[in-house]
């Protein structure tokens, strides 16, 4: 083997002579790929739809008591599992909240599910916001919460992860918004997703196909219900959570004033359905099927 | 009277019912103009309804998630002056026009039933809990059109159809839209199996399935096929892999509103009942008396769904017979 070790041995040493050269292009790449990813995610704390939800006098929704919209655990998971997949990469999940005083619970539940942080805006010129004021003032939180973190392995790309909808507006039209404000991509209603070196696939259905979907950071992603089973805090997670911190801002803090949000809808007037009540209850002895069908005539529903 | 533009995020062969829907909740505002994003072929055939004057295409078709169909959409505002841009409440109709009441700084309204000739807009909110009326805050000087999307299924087919009649084909303006490049990237498209039923969203008739089919929703389809009725269920019945998911119907799938909405084996929990409550009449069949379904049901049998559904398809039969 003597003759041929020598061309190895020259090769070695040319590499010698550049290596800081190479081992700086070497880097590069690995910076490239492992870039900081700082995943904020929305939360938001709503009435619970198991109980009776209301409007007040003023046509807003009741929003005196609540919960963290069970829509938004989804994306909170699909940040984590994202994070848990890429142990070698500077991975920040961040919950911002907006709502009133009572809000702080949703971004504390959003602690103890695995978030490393959280923000709340709080402000009560938010008070009556509607899809376009909600989005002004998240593009701006987003914005503010993206500049204030600080990451040690480079510049970081952001992305945005929300649910399909929030569940007592059920727009779901604030992710397109957020993300035409930001100047970010938008994709909606994930049902799968996989995490690249610098881009995001997306599964989703749209319309009348199914579609896998590629998309590149900066991004504003919706998932939907299917995506994943979020995960519940144990006894741990809900003790380390304390620890971690909990941010209120106001919207002077992130540059914005009240006719900033000043919303473009108004609601008018609102009225509550009488509730429906329970019809003819029959047990069946053998003869219900026809029973329906007479129903049904008799309703003209044929 | 004013300018309305309807928005199309894709056109197929014929329109569909949701379709002429917002064609006709348009056509009782002012003159329609039509933009579409994704199209085969010449479209203007389809969009030969009286009242629809202008038609508004891109270069190639766009389908959606396409970020250059609020290109369109935007210039198409300009071209028509509209002082209203309607589309349906579906993902990617609504991540459009959410793009467009941005650009346009205006006001969105998601979810409509109807719109008044004063651009006045009544929705249900809260799963059907309560009807609410809204309207932009401008509304008495408007500088920007006001940007609403639809629920199917609030105007009765036969109206549609006195309102939506065959008409000369409009005049079309290809605009100079063109896809965006890299960003947002379909890498896959498969079409999903087009059902001969009635979809689920806009049907007039749904019935619907879960748990207590134990799996078989072979009664169930013989009766909605019997009835002309979509195909509907619980998520307990989608979880298990039983149905497809976008049978879904609940507050996390699909909400429906039909006149008859029949709800067999469904125990009826608040996230079903939010997606079906303000249905005209609802029929619920389940083995368990105290199933919550039984408090919103018009009519209610406690019984097998697998000996009652079979009976009633008998009876149905014998009576066109």
């Not at chain 1, 619970?48 to 919209?69: F, H, K, P, T």
């Not at chain 1, 049902?191 to 610098?198: C, N, R, S």
């Not at chain 2, 579906?90 to 039933?113: E, K, M, Q, S």
């Not at chain 2, 087919?157 to 990237?185: F, I, K, W, Y």
């Amino acid at each position: 083997m003597g003759p041929a070790a020598l061309p190895e041995i020259a090769i070695h040493a040319t590499m010698d002579i550049s290596d800081t050269a190479q081992i700086s292009r070497v880097r590069r790449e690995h910076h490239m790929v492992n870039a900081p990813l700082h995943i904020i995610t929305l939360v938001k704390w709503v009435p619970d739809a198991q109980l009776e939800r209301r409007y007040n006098a003023e046509g807003r929704i009741d929003r005196s008591e609540g919960v963290l919209s069970e829509l938004d655990e989804y994306p909170l998971e699909a940040a984590l599992q994202i994070k848990e997949a890429a142990p070698d990469r500077e991975i920040r999940v961040t919950a911002l909240t907006m709502g009133p005083a009572g809000a702080s619970t949703a971004a504390k539940k959003a602690l103890q599910i695995g978030a490393d942080d959280a923000y709340q805006l709080t402000d009560d010129d938010l008070i009556g916001a509607d899809i376009w004021a909600t989005s002004v003032a998240l593009k701006a939180a987003v914005e503010t919460v993206t500049g204030a973190a600080e990451f040690d392995s480079g510049e970081p790309e952001y992305l945005v992860l929300t649910g399909m909808a929030s569940e007592e507006g059920e727009s779901g039209a604030l992710p397109a918004q957020l993300a035409e404000r930001l100047g970010a991509h938008v994709v909606t209603y994930a049902t799968g997703l996989d995490f690249e070196a610098e881009r995001l696939v997306v599964t989703r259905s749209g319309g009348t196909e199914s579609q896998r979907v590629a998309v590149t950071m900066p991004a504003v992603v919706s998932v939907t219900d299917q995506v994943n089973d979020p995960r519940y805090p144990n006894f741990k997670a809900i003790m380390a959570a304390k620890k971690k911190p909990l941010t209120r801002f106001t919207l002077a803090d992130v540059g914005l004033q009240r006719e900033h949000v000043e919303p473009k809808v108004r609601v008018v007037t609102t009225q509550a359905r009488p509730p429906r009540t329970a019809g003819e209850i029959i047990t069946d002895e053998g003869d219900a099927g026809v029973k329906i069908v007479e129903f049904l005539a008799k309703e003209r529903l044929l | 009277m004013s300018n309305v533009l309807v928005f199309f995020d894709e056109l197929g062969e014929a329109l569909t019912p949701a379709q002429k829907e917002l064609i006709a909740q348009a056509a009782a505002l002012g003159e329609v103009h039509i933009a579409v994003a994704a199209y085969d072929g010449d479209p203007t055939p389809v969009l030969a309804v009286n009242g629809v004057q202008e038609v508004y295409l891109p270069e190639v078709s766009l389908p959606a998630p396409e970020v250059a169909i609020v290109d369109l959409l935007e210039t198409s505002v300009a071209e028509s002056g509209a002082l209203v841009v309607l589309g349906s409440s579906t993902a990617d109709a609504t991540d459009a026009l959410a793009r467009l009441a941005v650009r346009l700084d205006t006001g969105l309204i998601c979810g409509a039933g109807s719109i008044s000739a004063d651009l006045v807009v009544t929705k249900s909110e809260l799963a059907g809990s309560y009807t609410t009326t809204s309207q932009l805050v401008s509304a008495a000087t408007p500088a920007q059109p006001l940007v609403v999307t639809f629920k199917p299924n609030n105007i009765d087919p036969q109206r549609v159809a006195t309102l939506v009649t065959d008409g000369e084909q409009p005049e079309v303006n290809v605009l100079p839209v063109r896809p965006s490049v890299g960003g947002v990237q379909i890498e896959e498209r498969t079409a999903m199996e087009v059902s001969a039923r009635p979809a689920l969203a806009e049907a007039r008739i749904v019935v619907a399935g879960g748990r207590g089919t134990d799996g078989d929703f072979t009664p169930l389809e013989e009766l909605a096929d019997e009835l002309g009725a979509g195909l509907g269920a619980s998520r307990a019945a989608t979880d298990a892999g039983w149905i497809e998911h976008a049978a879904q119907v609940g507050q996390t799938g699909v909400t429906v509103s039909p006149q008859l909405y029949i709800s067999a084996g469904i125990s009826g929990a608040v996230h079903q009942r939010a997606g079906m409550q303000t249905a005209g009449t609802i029929v619920a069949i389940n083995k368990d008396e105290d199933a919550q379904v039984f408090e919103i049901a018009d009519f209610g049998v406690v019984g097998d769904l697998h000996e009652v559904i079979p009976q009633m398809i008998e009876e149905l039969r014998r009576r066109k017979g």
